[in-house]
């Protein structure tokens, strides 16, 4: 049974917990020997420290709507930024992204009523 089945509430994520996941999918995306053992933090650049290109974006999106379904939607947070903006995108920038959309998404107790 889940929480919802007992009308409790889920404990709200922590930046640890969501930079975890978050590493874990880039990790599994861009499925390089490289970075397997390199720190991934919040400071680390999707282009500059990773190297990663449109298609590992569009994967990473999958794997987020994989991963957290419709609340986070990785590509409406890009979209509205310029080449620039997206070169200099980091983890924690996503990492905040996903917080917010968490924390903004309706409570299954809300949705019901």
Known sequence: MTAEDHGATAPAPTEPTV????????REVLDEDEFTDAEITMTTRFHDDLDMES??????????????????????FIADR????????????????VLASLAAAPTAEAARA
Request: charged share 20%.
């Open 82 to 97: 310029g080449l620039e903006e997206i070169i200099a995108l980091t983890v924690g920038d996503l990492v905040r992204h």
């Open 19 to 26: 930079l975890d996941e978050v590493t874990g999918m880039l």
């Open 55 to 76: 298609i590992d974006l569009v994967t990473l999106s999958t794997a987020l709507r994989a991963h957290y379904g419709d609340t986070v939607n990785f590509a409406a």
